[in-house]
């Protein structure tokens, strides 16, 4: 039996993967927690990873996990000086693209974490 390397990962880049192929199946969306046809947006597409429901980050009680996650996507985005950081803000900018939310994902399960 093949192993999936993904379980040797920890769980809050599991749940991220998880988003990621909740994005690519029911697609993406802005200015919405999710839309009547399925697709999501990234905080609901963690959120459906982390719980299975679709919530914003400050309307559930989530695991260290789930709030790892949402803290490292956090960490990679770039926000305005006194800007609101929150990624359903960063998700609904004008001009954001799928692609730029799938890759964002990618990159923060790719990072190497440094063990001190």
Same mark, same amino acid.
């Given at each position: 039996?093949?192993?999936?390397?993904?379980?040797?990962?920890?769980?809050?880049?599991?749940?991220?993967?998880?988003?990621?192929?909740?994005?690519?199946?029911?697609?993406?969306?802005?200015?919405?927690?999710? +839309?009547?046809?399925?697709?999501?947006?990234?905080?609901?597409?963690?959120?459906?990873?982390?719980?299975?429901?679709?919530?914003?980050?400050?309307?559930?009680?989530?695991?260290?996990?789930?709030?790892?996650?949402? +803290?490292?996507?956090?960490? /990679?985005? /770039?926000?305005?000086?006194?800007?609101?950081? /929150?990624?359903?803000?960063?998700?609904? /900018?004008?001009?954001? +693209?799928?692609?730029?939310?799938?890759?964002?994902?990618?990159?923060?399960?790719?990072?190497?974490?440094?063990?001190?």
């Amino acid at each position: 039996m093949l192993r999936d390397p993904r379980h040797d990962l920890p769980e809050w880049k599991r749940i991220l993967l998880c988003a990621h192929e909740v994005i690519e199946e029911r697609g993406w969306c802005q200015k919405a927690l999710q +839309t009547a046809d399925g697709r999501v947006c990234l905080e609901a597409a963690i959120s459906i990873a982390a719980c299975g429901r679709a919530f914003l980050e400050a309307r559930w009680a989530m695991s260290e996990a789930a709030v790892r996650a949402f +803290t490292e996507m956090k960490r /990679r985005v /770039r926000f305005a000086p006194g800007e609101d950081h /929150r990624l359903y803000l960063w998700n609904d /900018r004008s001009g954001r +693209t799928k692609g730029e939310v799938l890759q964002l994902i990618r990159d923060a399960v790719a990072e190497v974490e440094c063990v001190a």
